[in-house]
């Protein structure tokens, strides 16, 4: 059985998360998991994951959102980034009921269809799990032909800290520019499970240049800001992806 993956940001993903101010305490998100498949692919085939995607994963993807075993699901293209080239995600409000959705997805996934299944995974041969936690960020959705921005981070044993700054500093300026229509989403994520990277960031917008203008308006506003520095400090180390959003719910 090939493995589905729950994310972002995307990212979101992606993707994309806020506790801001006191205003906005009422709209806060309410906590949720997600579990995320990071693929590595032949490049020369990799469209014909995402058919297969389409295909075999997305209406059983629509019927679990439909019954409410997951909230929320998505497909993304690498852009521009690392080794990973797909990044498949679902969410749920907590872990068992993520990992019972992961499993009932997949039984169903391989009854349909057991050789594209097979298939899906010779051209994806090779991937790693994360699953996260929201920790911050807005409510929002992207259409398919969107664009994410995610940026995983390795932080030293400070990142509270990190999470504290994320909230009273940052969120706020990215809320705006949510508002402004510059965003459609942002995200903080808490690693929960997986390999080193241990905070997520996600931004999305409704494409490619839109979310570059937004990118390099939220570089210029923290640009001189001691405390972007202190964020820094304690999350020192980090991993850029530009993804294209090739399917999501909602």
């Given at each position: 059985m090939r493995k589905l993956l729950?994310?972002?940001?995307?990212?979101?993903?992606?993707?994309?998360?806020?506790?801001a101010?006191?205003?906005q305490a009422q709209d806060k998100p309410k906590e949720s998991f997600t579990y995320a498949t990071y693929y590595v692919?032949?490049?020369?085939?990799?469209?014909?994951s995402d058919e297969i995607y389409n295909e075999v994963d997305k209406p059983i993807l629509d019927a679990a959102v439909a019954?409410?075993?997951?909230?929320?699901?998505?497909?993304?293209?690498?852009?521009t980034g690392g080794r990973w080239r797909r990044v498949q995600y679902t969410?749920?409000?907590?872990?068992?009921?993520?990992?019972?959705?992961?499993?009932?997805?997949?039984?169903?996934?391989?009854?349909?269809n057991a050789k594209l299944g097979e298939e899906f995974g010779k051209i994806c041969n090779a991937h790693d799990d994360y699953i996260w936690r929201r920790a911050a960020g807005s409510v929002g959705a992207v259409a398919p032909g969107g664009a994410a921005f995610s940026t995983y981070y390795v932080c030293d044993p400070r990142e509270a800290q990190a999470d504290a700054l994320v909230e009273q500093v940052f969120a706020p300026v990215y809320d705006k520019m949510v508002a402004e229509g510059k965003l459609k989403s942002w995200g903080w994520l808490e690693?929960?499970?997986?390999?080193?990277?241990?905070?997520?960031?996600?931004?999305s917008a409704s494409d490619m240049k839109s979310l570059m203008a937004a990118r390099a308006e939220i570089n210029d506003a923290f640009s001189d800001n001691?405390?972007?520095?202190?964020?820094?400090?304690?999350?020192?180390?980090?991993?850029?992806?530009?993804?294209?959003?090739?399917a999501s719910s909602p």
């Amino acid at each position: 059985m090939r493995k589905l993956l729950t994310g972002a940001i995307v990212l979101q993903a992606c993707l994309f998360l806020t506790v801001a101010t006191t205003a906005q305490a009422q709209d806060k998100p309410k906590e949720s998991f997600t579990y995320a498949t990071y693929y590595v692919c032949d490049v020369t085939k990799q469209e014909r994951s995402d058919e297969i995607y389409n295909e075999v994963d997305k209406p059983i993807l629509d019927a679990a959102v439909a019954d409410g075993s997951i909230v929320a699901y998505g497909n993304y293209a690498h852009q521009t980034g690392g080794r990973w080239r797909r990044v498949q995600y679902t969410t749920a409000p907590t872990i068992q009921g993520l990992l019972d959705a992961q499993k009932k997805i997949g039984d169903q996934a391989e009854a349909k269809n057991a050789k594209l299944g097979e298939e899906f995974g010779k051209i994806c041969n090779a991937h790693d799990d994360y699953i996260w936690r929201r920790a911050a960020g807005s409510v929002g959705a992207v259409a398919p032909g969107g664009a994410a921005f995610s940026t995983y981070y390795v932080c030293d044993p400070r990142e509270a800290q990190a999470d504290a700054l994320v909230e009273q500093v940052f969120a706020p300026v990215y809320d705006k520019m949510v508002a402004e229509g510059k965003l459609k989403s942002w995200g903080w994520l808490e690693h929960i499970v997986g390999g080193q990277f241990r905070r997520l960031a996600t931004m999305s917008a409704s494409d490619m240049k839109s979310l570059m203008a937004a990118r390099a308006e939220i570089n210029d506003a923290f640009s001189d800001n001691p405390l972007g520095d202190t964020f820094t400090d304690i999350c020192d180390s980090h991993a850029d992806y530009m993804w294209e959003i090739k399917a999501s719910s909602p």
